[in-house]
Each structure stands twice: as C-alpha cells, then as structure tokens.
C-alpha cells in the first residue's frame, strides 16, 4: 500500500484560502476524497471553497481558474480508473502535468489527490470511506497547505 511511510502531517492553516477542485466521476469515491479534504482544511483552520468540474482531465484548468481568484493553496481531487483503453494514460498523463504546471508557473501549491487506480477497490480503499485503509483526500489538502506555508516561509 503506498501509505506505508506516510508523514503525519498537521498544519496550521489560520488565515490561508484554499480552494478544493474536485472531479465528478467515481461519485462513491469522490464523496470521500472531497468529505475528507474539506474536513482537513477545516482542521487546520483555512477557509475552504469547493468547486466540482466533471471529471479529471478538467482539474488543471479549474485549479489556475482558483490561483486567478485568490487561492493560497489548491487541492485537486480525481479518480481515474483503469480501463481497456490507452484513455486512462492520456487522462493520468494530462491531470499531472497540467496540474504541475499550475503550481510551478504560480507558485500556488497545488495537493494532488489524483487516484490512478487498476480498479474501482484499490481506489475505494483510498477514498477515505468507512473501512477504507487511506484518506488520499485528506492527505492532499494538509500537503497542500504545509506546502504553501513553507513557501512562504521560503518567501521571507
């Protein structure tokens, strides 16, 4: 499981604007990824905005659409799931590097909670659902803020 070795991470996100994008595809899968990054950005103190697009490839131009309104930091959710068809590498391949690209060019962190899954189990057990062993969801939104915290530290 990709957890193994996973920081804990708890950050103080007081004052930081965070913006969740989130696909629509998957929807059991997406409710949690979305319940548990709405619920760690308000852990750590951030105001939260959610936008949903409909589905994954949509992601990168949403999260620069939430850098252009004021974001401090962006979670991005999705789940692409493994089909009979090159589709799900060219879905994969576009949400990374459109989603990289946002965040270097901007300087925005942006949290990848993109699940790239062989099927709808392994993403379901990373959905952060009752009985799920990860919070993908969750884990990017703590990522996303400490990443924008120490950019700014970085900052000076």
Not at 25 to 49: I, S
Request: net charge negative; proline share 4%.
């Amino acid at each position: 499981m990709s957890g193994a070795g996973a920081p804990t991470i708890t950050p103080d996100g007081t004052g930081l604007r965070v913006t969740v994008v989130a696909a629509r595809w998957h929807t059991t899968v997406m409710d949690g990824l979305v319940a548990g990054a709405l619920r760690a950005v308000e852990e750590a103190g951030a105001t939260v905005a959610l936008e949903r697009v409909p589905g994954t490839f949509e992601l990168p131009v949403a999260a620069a659409a939430a850098v252009r309104g004021g974001a401090d930091a962006v979670v991005a959710l999705g789940a692409v799931v493994r089909g009979e068809t090159p589709h799900f590498d060219y879905v994969c391949q576009a949400a990374t590097a459109g989603l990289t690209e946002v965040s270097v060019r901007t300087g925005v962190p942006v949290g990848f909670g993109v699940l790239t899954t062989d099927d709808e189990a392994q993403a379901l057990d990373r959905a952060g659902l009752p009985g799920s062993r990860e919070d993908k969801g969750a884990e990017a939104a703590q990522a996303a803020i400490a990443t924008a915290l120490a950019v700014r530290r970085l900052a000076g």
